[in-house]
């Protein structure tokens, strides 16, 4: 998709010229994506007309006691709510149109599921902003109009990221921007007068509060969807395509992980710890999934031991979407989810399954123990892939008995047939997954393949009652695991108000045998691990886990183990000091609750005063942008007065390498 980005290219992470920054997507730019989720705004806007229509009916019936009257409006209610049910359903068939976020080459590869972006409305920062700066800190709010008219740039280009790391990095870093704002102009005690409404992701129900923690959390589940849409994007016919694709996926796991550990009373369903737990499950089974065909991209060799590997990794890949399938199946998340991602993930489910037995009775009809092979390898390769024997035999029994082989071969045959219709029956039950074409192709293939292979070992006299084959014990080499973007993991997300630390305490360190004895790990900041309870730093006091915050006079919490390394590798003889904290036990000290709902007073459900007004009413001002400084310069355009408000440029090395958030933030809202 054409980016419109700064004059001077996309990987610009320093000062920009004349005060640009990266912005999003072409809004109006006529690509699948683009009109997918102009359609997605357009819906959200209609719900909210018939959310107060159905409001103001549901008042009238409540205070009139005309039966004429209220007959009228119980007609008029039922209109209503039809007319909210088939915006739904369209809303559902959009986050079912999954075809659009595919790679366009993609020929041979089931697609995959993107989550859709939240929408939300325009906010205005100014006049606010301006207020609290003049009452709060005593200085013209006008003079920092240039700043706040960026802020407010700067997230509209968050509503159209493009679909790439600088559309990540473009919600990363106003993510970033938001702690800034929330420490110096959000306090606890007053409301700004700041309204920030989005929508649902899945039923489009519109939510409205003054929190900016609601700001947050909505920036981290686009991040998440974001990457969620590239990871699908790739290309997973190469090796590259498909590391991009699993790393994506992983991370968007991280960030949802991150969202539902740190935001937990969030008013938008979709974004409630049931409904992020299903989702986190969703985008791991689709790395898993990515892992399997990074093994078979080169091709699978038809050997025991090979196929017996790929039964395992294949029924890792079921067992992970049957895991995602329960959790879409209950209430409430199935009134939510789209029909199209639970009959999805039932498909692969019983598609990934059917492989796994596929392969195990290749591995049992095509090979035959011979004199050559090495009976203990095959025996143990073979017990490890169930739990109980069939039948109660041995597995040496099996290897050398050709009849019990093709027995069993046959009955993994017959489950992995049975799948494959059970696949194939499923697709036929969803209108959405009858438009994947290329999905109907592998089904039929996979079960043209058992069939082959099924007439190829029957014999017109045999006469057999065939036994039923036992599960297959998923195993994998390489896990999908969530991978939290260092934004979320640095010395904020360690050294937080979750954690209980004791003080800081100063250990001298010296060389013995040219050994400090004990090693180093993490990124920031690094941790002390495989401490020899012998060492000088030991008797010292040093203790396994402990953090290293500084070395001498220099501070080094934000420092990782090569940076560290570099201060400790000079220690002579006379040794230097490190000053180390070590995390207490919390368990005994009640949290407070975390909320990302409070608003001072006002109720956690949505308000129709706050819909009072529309998005067409307003005119907003047109604003130059031509010549501006770098945005967020906060108290830097004045230089003689000795101003009290002076926010930090957000111009830093990546968003993702060091997190910008200040030490002093009132982090309330975040952990």
Not at 20 to 30: D, M, V
């Amino acid at each position: 998709m054409t980016d419109t980005l700064i004059p001077n290219g996309c990987n610009t992470n320093g000062p920009v010229e004349n005060g640009y920054f990266k912005k999003g997507c072409n809004p109006f730019a006529q690509t699948g994506r683009s009109k997918l989720q102009n359609k997605r705004a357009a819906l959200n806007q209609q719900i909210i007309k018939q959310m107060r229509m159905r409001a103001g009916a549901e008042n009238l019936l409540k205070a009139t006691s005309n039966n004429k009257v209220r007959e009228q409006v119980v007609l008029e209610l039922s209109y209503v709510n039809s007319d909210l049910q088939l915006l739904m359903e369209q809303l559902e068939g959009l986050n079912s149109s999954v075809e659009v976020y595919q790679n366009v080459q993609e020929t041979s590869s089931i697609p995959l599921i993107p989550l859709g972006l939240k929408e939300t409305k325009d906010v205005d920062f100014s006049v606010p902003l301006k207020d609290f700066i003049l009452e709060h800190y005593s200085e013209d709010g006008s003079n920092f109009q240039d700043q706040i008219d960026d802020l407010m740039d700067q997230r509209q280009a968050c509503r159209t990221p493009s679909r790439n790391p600088s559309g990540v990095d473009l919600l990363a870093n106003y993510f970033s921007q938001l702690s800034f704002l929330e420490t110096r102009f959000f306090s606890p005690t007053r409301q700004l007068g700041i309204f920030f409404t989005w929508y649902d992701s899945f039923t489009g129900m519109p939510v409205c509060q003054q929190n900016i923690s609601l700001e947050k959390a909505s920036m981290l589940f686009n991040m998440a969807a974001l990457y969620s849409q590239i990871g699908t994007r790739v290309d997973r016919q190469t090796q590259a395509g498909l590391e991009e694709a699993i790393a994506a996926f992983q991370k968007s796991a991280g960030v949802l992980h991150f969202l539902k550990e740190t935001f937990t009373h969030t008013p938008s369903y979709d974004m409630s710890p049931a409904m992020l737990s299903m989702l986190i499950r969703l985008m791991l089974a689709q790395a898993q999934e990515c892992m399997f065909e990074q093994i078979t991209l080169p091709g699978i060799r038809n050997e025991f031991f090979s196929l017996l590997k790929m039964a395992q990794e294949a029924a890792k890949v079921g067992e992970t979407y049957s895991q995602v399938h329960q959790s879409m199946s209950q209430t409430p998340i199935k009134n939510n989810v789209p029909f199209f991602w639970t009959t999805m993930s039932h498909l692969k489910t019983n598609h990934y399954t059917s492989l796994a037995h596929y392969f195990v009775s290749t591995a049992l009809l095509d090979h035959q123990l011979t004199p050559t092979d090495d009976e203990d390898k095959q025996e143990k390769a073979l017990s490890q892939l169930y739990d109980a024997m069939p039948e109660g035999r041995s597995p040496l029994d099996i290897l050398k008995n050709k009849d019990d082989r093709r027995r069993i071969g046959k009955a993994h045959l017959q489950r992995s047939i049975m799948g494959h219709e059970e696949a194939i029956r499923t697709h036929s039950c969803c209108r959405h997954l009858q438009k994947l074409d290329i999905l109907s192709d592998i089904l039929q293939a996979g079960l043209k393949r058992s069939l082959t292979k099924f007439d190829q070992n029957d014999k017109e006299d045999e006469f057999t009652d065939y036994m039923l084959a036992p599960d297959i014990i998923s195993k994998t080499e390489k896990k999908a695991e969530m991978e939290i973007p260092s934004t979320t993991k640095g010395p904020l997300s360690v050294f937080s108000a979750k954690q209980r630390w004791s003080a800081p305490r100063t250990v001298r360190l010296r060389l013995q045998e040219r050994d400090l004895g004990f090693t180093l790990k993490g990124d920031a900041p690094v941790q002390i691990q495989s401490l020899d309870p012998l060492c000088p730093a030991s008797a010292e006091g040093l203790r396994e886990g402990d953090y290293i915050v500084a070395v001498g006079d220099t501070e080094c919490k934000w420092m990782g183990v090569s940076d560290v390394m570099k201060l400790l590798k000079d220690v002579d003889e006379e040794g230097v000091d490190i000053r180390v904290v070590s995390m207490m036990d919390s368990s005994s000290q009640p949290m407070p609750t975390k909320s990302a709902t409070y608003c001072g007073g006002l109720p956690k459900t949505y308000s129709m005063i706050c819909l009072a007004y529309d998005e067409d009413d307003k005119n907003p001002k047109s604003r130059k942008v031509a010549k501006k400084p770098s945005f967020l310069s906060w108290g830097l355009k004045n230089k003689k007065s000795n101003s009290t408000l002076s926010l930090p440029t957000a111009d830093y090395n990546g968003p993702w390498n060091r997190p910008t958030y200040p030490n002093s933030c009132n982090e309330s809202a975040l952990y």
